[in-house]
């Protein structure tokens, strides 16, 4: 009997051997009375040799050795072929591919000693037997037959189910399982959420099993006549994903015949329409086919139930999922959603309106990605359009004068004429005989170099990008320099179209590409970039809003390989927000239902499922979990890129993405040589990149990453260290601050030993599915995505630039456009090699700056005065100027164009510009952004605003303050286009006169002046009333902003009380007055407390001592309740009584592990060198947590280094070590608690360190 014969008599017999089961047992008889009546010599019929042999030659073929001898070998079909292969398939996926497809011509030269076999020749045996004669041996083969297929479950009732569950319990298990329990093991094939989903059961024969290779098509139609064959075990369809092309096109799956890959869906060319007006992400089957194969994508079939989306996360057999159910539908506020959607085609013209989000250039194509609205399925889709023929721009400055043939300078005068004809020799020789053009312009220069003539006619040449740069340093007899060499074709395209950051763009005479250049819906060429321009808002009626962008926030789980020494990916979750808009803020709450998916697979020793995990996850898909179950890490990452195919994200979400999971994710994609890799950008690629010199075999390249490209991606780790301030940016302390959530922290490394109970594997599992929730929800919390698009359209940069904290990428940016406006010609862009990632500004150095490796400036930065040290009890008021340092810019008029630079000594600092000279412009720009903030500003103490008003002009007047404030930046940072150290120290200079000019005001107007730093001024006014504190301060304020035009000094708060310590180090009580009552808050800076490098039991200490300090209670009461806390904390500690998150410190890696010279005596580097050989991320940046503890052979008061007794919190539980108490009282908490105390009378070093441990040290 043929294969699909064999499916189709199994499928059509299922629910009859039911039937008679529950009739055997409901009569009280049993399976066993009917194997006892029949005699064995009816089981087989006798036939003659003859016909034996001729039978026999039918599924047999001789094979001849090279060495003569020969054998007999078994032609196996698709099933035997499936379980021969099976081990080969786990070793090298991709070698099974090849090897199946040349299966056709090749036989097995192994002989096969597989359980398998044994079936395998029954079913060949079952070609030489007739029909059996008795009643019972019939219905018994129809049994037999029921067992060893697997049965659809959702074609059959609860009730037959559970009878055939029992029955299958009743016979006599096979292998016991790894923790002694029996396994009955069945192969079940589902359907779930468009994809064929895998799983284990329970069967009374274990047998090997590999998961169908099934990529999904956007729409798919199954074919009736094979619809039974869908759910058989021994299909093994493998479908290649096709994206739909423009027009009309067949999807065709490539089937291979002789392994039995029946063609399972067939493609109607109508369906696969570009624009389809119902397009879903949904498979589109026939009617006519059981209606149970279908899950619909965008609506998971959940049940209703109750379901708290604020439920912290347990990490322990509690543990449960965040889901939203459909009754949360209702709560979803849909309404800011509407989109005001410009036409999107005229195709009188083919005139395309497309937004941009990113764009990448290759071989001098400028590749814009972004979103066109489709008026025929009423969506916006992805759209790729080519850009070619762009040309490169030089500018060639004459020389005065000719030089000889010795470069020495003549008395002759160079023409136009004269450059213009050296110029095409060199081109000549150069690049051979094609069309390049010449024409002499006016351009400006205001930069670094010497000898470049204020203004001055150059000459300009264009040609295509498909030949070479010219050299950098490039000059002749009658030219000294060329300007704008290097210049990128993205560079020129975004200036000269004034492309300012994402935007609406008109592409006109666009030519739609069918040669499939990008993974997106919609490709256009374009063959001329003048055809591409701004869509002109006046166009409209009201303004023209961004369209909504699909985000997907990713979070992986992996395992160290230690005989390879990298990372594998063992489990995955995506969420999927369909709709997030760009221009206002908003919360998860109110985005349309999102899509969630995860998956995870065996491991390479354990090719099982522990027993019981799979009813687990049948219950928790019951409440809405959409969990996959994969063999291996092939077919898992296979069904991650399916799903970014299917959902086209616009962005990537994740936490540390560009840090760890970026890199894993590339690494395992290259290694398992998966195909359509590239789909993780938009571009299709055929070629890998190559890795860069310097970067190791487990850190991806920056061209390596360039494959996402196309795609922009949110880190939240890298947004949030530049938007917010936290002890460290961990997913588990950003969640605690900015979502008032819990998520407990797993040991990554200990992931394995998860695998060994089902409960334990399901809140790996449920972790990595919130946290990939945690990470969008952190997103939106911050903002990130409409405040780096704001910030993206004030620089005019890339927005993915911006998504990385490229501050000075954007300030480069809208340098550019400005100069390039006013027809300048730019510093050519230097390459240089920057040591460290974070070097992004080289702002005034602090220890911060320091710990991310910010240079540190190699001139004077801003006046800090010498505080005068004390705790003051009166009104304490500060006063600060508002953004000095671009108010500095625009007072003295400092700019490239108006600052002399020219013959002056190196480090010395230029004088002020004339006040005759026209308005610079760099202070011209300033003013234009705080005019604009100024206007927002007031447009948000408008009473009529709403809240979602407010918070967009919040996110305006933030972007425009950030980057008006950046612009000192990009003066004073050495590796800027635009370095001008001769600015910088001019400005800084000027800010420390204007310190310096406002204490001696204050001083004459008898005020005591206690501090000062940069831009502030602290004033002790003796006062215990409020207003009157403000009456001094307003009198400075009316005395300094006298003097300025543009500087203005306000008022920024009343410290009531004020513990002063040192530079940069105070805590103070502010108060502050709202609808006439004062409200009271704790200020700290720099102290202790909040310090990363201090554990949390000093913080807690610390802040406890401070709140005494600052409290209005009597001295003596403050002194007796300090000291009896002391105590008993020194009591606690040394009991054990706190827990070990106590005692935990981070630091910051400065730059890698590696690259310490003194890494012996650095706690943190030591215990992040032990963390790489485990496997886990220690990268530049990271935050390293370790406790200090004894060894055993070390005391606490040994002199052995520090860095040798630091240890990872998990190292500890796994050492059994012993924390040392007495150095963190001794060291930490006695010095943090002396520093706060030191002006305090009654309190001192040596009744601090008896109240610790009762001795004095």
Not at 71 to 99: H, V
Not at 169 to 183: I, Q, R, S, T, V
Not at 226 to 237: D, K, L, P, Y
Not at 966 to 982: D, N, Q
């Amino acid at each position: 009997m043929s294969l699909p014969k064999r499916r189709a008599v199994a499928k059509s017999s299922n629910l009859a051997a039911l039937q008679t089961l529950r009739r055997l047992r409901q009569e009280g008889g049993s399976r066993l009375q009917e194997y006892e009546v029949h005699e064995p010599e009816v089981i087989y019929d006798e036939v003659s040799e003859e016909i034996y042999q001729s039978e026999v030659k039918k599924v047999t073929e001789m094979v001849v050795n090279d060495d003569g001898t020969q054998y007999i070998t078994e032609e196996l079909d698709d099933l035997g072929q499936k379980y021969a292969d099976e081990s080969e398939y786990e070793d090298d996926p991709m070698d099974e591919k090849r090897k199946r497809k040349g299966s056709e011509n090749q036989t097995d030269a192994k002989p096969n000693t597989t359980i398998n076999n044994y079936f395998l020749r029954a079913a060949i045996s079952n070609k030489l037997t007739k029909h059996r004669s008795t009643k019972s041996t019939k219905e018994e083969s129809e049994f037999m037959s029921d067992l060893l297929q697997r049965l659809d479950d959702e074609d059959e009732n609860d009730e037959q189910e559970e009878l055939f569950q029992s029955l299958i319990h009743e016979y006599k298990p096979l292998n016991p399982d790894a923790n002694g329990e029996f396994m009955y093991q069945k192969n079940k094939t589902k359907v779930d959420n468009g994809f064929q989903s895998s799983i284990y059961e329970t069967n009374t024969i274990s047998t090997e099993y590999r998961p169908l290779n099934s990529n999904l098509t956007y729409q798919e139609k199954v074919d009736d006549e094979w619809s039974q064959s869908f759910i058989h075990e021994t299909n093994t369809v493998s479908m290649e994903y096709t994206p739909l092309d423009s027009g009309f096109d067949k999807i065709d799956d490539k089937i291979d015949d002789k392994q039995n890959q029946l063609p399972i869906h067939e493609t109607n060319k109508q369906d696969t329409m570009l624009f389809d007006s119902d397009f879903t992400y949904q498979e589109k089957i026939d009617y006519k086919q059981d209606q149970s194969f279908i899950h619909e994508t965008s609506q998971p079939d959940t049940v209703s139930m109750e379901c708290d989306h604020d439920q912290p996360l347990k990490l322990d057999a509690n543990s449960e999922f965040i889901y939203q159910t459909k009754d949360d539908r209702h709560e979803f506020d849909q309404s800011f959603i509407q989109e005001t959607i410009p036409s999107i085609n005229d195709q009188s013209d083919n005139c395309y309106r497309l937004f941009w989000i990113d764009a990448v250039e290759k071989f001098g194509i400028v590749y814009i990605i972004g979103k066109v609205f489709n008026n025929e399925s009423n969506t916006y889709i992805s759209c790729c359009a080519a850009v070619k023929n762009i040309h490169r721009n030089v500018f060639i400055l004459p020389r005065q004068k000719k030089l000889d043939e010795h470069d020495n300078e003549t008395e002759i005068d160079v023409t136009m004429e004269d450059v213009s004809s050296e110029v095409n020799d060199f081109f000549k020789k150069k690049f051979g005989d094609f069309q390049h053009f010449t024409k002499p312009v006016n351009r400006k220069y205001g930069f670094e170099l010497p000898d470049i003539p204020t203004e001055a006619q150059y000459l300009k040449v264009t040609y295509p990008f498909t030949q070479d740069a010219l050299p950098k340093n490039l000059s002749g007899k009658t030219f000294s320099r060329a300007f704008g060499t290097n210049t990128s074709a993205l560079e020129l395209l975004i200036l000269k179209r004034k492309i300012k950051g994402p935007c609406w763009l008109e592409i006109k005479d666009a030519i739609v590409e069918t040669s499939r250049i990008s993974w997106c819906k919609l490709e256009l060429v374009v063959d001329d970039p003048k055809k591409i321009s701004i869509l002109k808002e006046s166009n409209f009626s009201e303004p023209i809003k961004s369209p909504s962008l699909t985000t997907m926030s990713l979070s992986l789980r992996t395992v160290m390989n230690h005989k390879k020494q990298v990372n594998e990916i063992v489990a995955f979750s995506v969420r999927f927000y369909p709709k997030v808009p760009l221009d206002e803020a908003v919360t998860p709450e109110k985005l349309q239902y999102p899509e969630q998916y995860s998956a995870i697979r065996q491991l390479n020793d354990r090719p099982w499922w522990t027993h019981g995990f799979e009813e687990l996850v049948e219950e928790e898909r019951k409440k809405g979990l959409h969990l996959k179950l994969e063999t291996n890490e092939y077919s898992l990452i296979n069904y991650l890129l399916a799903l970014i195919k299917q959902y086209d994200p616009d962005i990537f979400i994740g936490h540390n993405f560009i840090g760890f999971d970026l890199d894993v994710l590339l690494h395992r994609l290259k290694d398992l040589k998966i195909k359509d890799w590239s789909c993780l950008g938009r571009l299709r690629r055929n070629v890998w990149p190559k890795s860069q010199s310097g970067s190791s075999a487990n850190e991806s390249s920056f061209v390596e990453k360039s494959i996402v490209n196309g795609r922009l991606v949110c880190d939240t780790y890298l947004n949030a260290k530049e938007l917010i301030k936290s002890k460290n940016y961990s997913l588990t302390e950003l969640v605690s601050s900015q979502l008032g959530k819990l998520r407990k922290d797993i040991e990554y490394d200990k992931i394995p030993m998860y695998y060994n109970r089902a409960k334990d594997l399901l809140d790996i599992v449920c972790h990595c599915w919130n946290d990939a929730i945690f990470t969008a929800e952190l997103m939106f919390k911050l903002q990130i995505l409409p405040l780096t698009k704001q910030l993206t359209n004030l620089a005019g940069n890339i927005w993915s630039k911006t998504l990385l904290g490229s501050r000075a990428d954007r300030n480069e940016f809208l340098l550019l456009h400005e100069f390039h406006q006013h027809k300048y010609v730019c510093p050519n862009k230097e390459y240089k090699k920057i040591q460290e990632q974070f070097s992004v500004d080289g702002e005034d150095e602090s220890t911060e700056a320091k710990a991310n490796g910010r240079r540190k400036p190699t001139y004077a930065g801003g006046l800090v005065l010498e505080p005068k040290k004390g705790f003051y009890d009166n009104y304490v008021v500060l006063l600060d100027f508002n953004s000095l340092y671009p108010s500095i810019i625009q007072e003295y008029n400092i700019c490239f164009t108006t600052v002399a630079r020219v013959g002056m000594e190196k480090d010395t600092v230029p004088e002020i510009p004339d006040s005759s000279l026209p308005q610079g412009i760099l202070p011209k720009l300033i003013a234009k952004l705080v005019k604009r903030r100024r206007m927002v500003k007031n447009l948000m103490k408008s009473s009529t605003v709403t809240s979602d008003k407010l918070a967009e002009y919040d996110i305006r007047q933030r972007a425009l303050k950030l980057t008006a404030n950046s612009m000192y930046g990009c003066l004073g940072y050495t590796y800027s286009r635009f370095y001008a150290k001769p600015l910088a120290m001019l400005i800084t200079s000027k800010g420390r006169e204007i310190l310096e000019n406002t204490v001696k005001l204050a001083e004459n107007e008898k005020m005591e002046v206690i501090y000062g730093d940069t831009d502030s001024i602290m004033i002790n006014t003796k006062a215990i009333d409020i207003n009157q504190a403000f009456e001094v301060g307003s009198i400075l304020k009316k005395k300094v902003n006298e003097r300025y035009k543009l500087l203005e000094l306000e008022i920024d708060g009343f410290f009531e009380k004020l513990l002063l310590l040192k530079k940069k180090k105070y805590a103070a009580i502010v108060v502050e007055k709202k609808n006439g009552i004062l409200e009271r808050s704790c200020e700290t800076k720099g102290l202790d407390l909040v310090r990363r490098d201090w554990c949390d039991l000093v913080n807690k200490v610390s802040r406890f001592v401070l709140d005494q300090i600052l409290s209005s209670h009597d001295r003596e009461v403050v002194v007796n309740t300090i000291h009896t806390h002391l105590r008993q904390v020194g009591e606690d500690t040394r009991s054990g009584n706190y827990p070990i998150n106590s005692f935990i410190i981070n630091k910051n890696l400065a730059k890698s592990p590696e690259a310490y010279t003194d890494a012996k005596i650095q706690p943190h580097v030591q215990v992040a060198l032990r963390m790489k050989k485990k496997g886990l991320s220690a990268r530049t940046g990271d935050f390293i947590p370790y406790v200090i503890c004894l060894t055993a052979d070390d005391k606490s008061e040994s002199d052995k280094n520090i860095s040798d007794r630091a240890f990872h919190p998990d190292e500890i539980n796994e050492s059994n070590l012993q924390i040392d108490y007495d150095w963190y009282l001794k060291i930490q908490i006695h010095a943090s608690v002396s520093r706060l105390c030191e002006h305090i009378e009654g309190i001192d070093n040596a009744s601090i360190a008896e109240c610790l441990v009762h001795r004095i040290w």
